[in-house]
């Protein structure tokens, strides 16, 4: 059974960094793609990005370019991200989710939409 | 961007009956669409994709149905399991957008 385990819940001042981790088990292949998301109090979803299964590529959403960062440490199944410069308006709760991709023209590709999330972490920008 | 409205937003019903709930899309989508359901305190649920696909180990009783712009998760004979808060997603478009969400509440 697929579990992606999160970090803590996290409160951080405004101008701060904050970083999640979410640890994947219980899937046997490694050709998945990772995605975070979030959701503010009372809106919907927001993709914040993804990083491929060897971690070495990363694509982040444009209002995000500059404050997101996302890892990936193959070896122990684990995947991070650094949101810098944090605001108020980053009060969220910020979700990893697999992606197990489509394999096309001899190619892994992510779907883009999310087969398994995380329970999500709580962040709360305040001063 | 792709803005995707769901309606209604809360839809009250008894366990038994059927839900219907909508999603629109502010351009075409194809038929890439997905669905999810939300319980408090809970990790989101892949219930849909590619529109009328089910995920994994999801029951008979959801479906989806649409193409293009318009879109319906239907939920037949409610179970007490199934109150929750669904939302939709397309994923044919960049940035990816999600709906608002519909919450299924116990009338």
Redesign the interface.
């Known amino acids: 059974q697929v579990q992606l385990v999160h970090s803590g819940a996290e409160v951080k001042k405004p101008g701060a960094s904050v970083n999640v981790s979410c640890k994947a088990s219980g899937y046997t292949y490694t050709t998945y793609y990772i995605h975070w998301l979030r959701q503010a109090p009372g809106h919907g979803f927001e993709w914040m990005g993804i990083i491929n299964p060897s971690g070495s590529t990363t694509t982040y959403a444009q209002r995000l370019q500059g404050r997101v960062s996302i890892t990936r440490d193959t070896s122990t199944s684990t995947v991070y991200m650094e949101l810098r410069s944090l605001r108020s308006e980053d009060t969220a709760v910020y979700y990893c989710a697999l992606d197990y991709a489509d394999y096309v023209d001899n190619r892994f590709s992510p779907t883009y939409y999310f087969d398994h999330w995380g329970q999500g972490t709580l962040v709360t920008v305040s001063s | 961007e792709i803005v995707l409205t769901q309606s209604p937003g809360t839809l009250s019903l008894s366990p038994g009956e059927k839900a219907t709930l909508s999603c629109r899309a502010s351009q075409t989508v194809s038929t890439y669409l ?1 669905w ?1 359901q939300q319980k408090p ?6 219930l849909i ?1 590619g529109a009328s696909n089910r ?2 180990g999801i029951p008979g009783r959801f479906s989806g149905s649409g193409s293009g712009t318009d879109f319906t998760l239907t939920i037949t004979r409610l179970e007490p399991e199934d109150f929750a808060v669904y ?1 939709c ?1 397309q ?1 044919g478009s960049s ?7 519909t919450k299924v509440e116990i009338k």
Request: glycine share 20%; aromatic share 20%; hydrophobic share 20%.
């Open positions: 997905a999810y305190g809970q990790a989101p649920r892949l994709y995920g994994n939302h997603q994923y940035p990816r957008t999600f709906g608002q969400g």
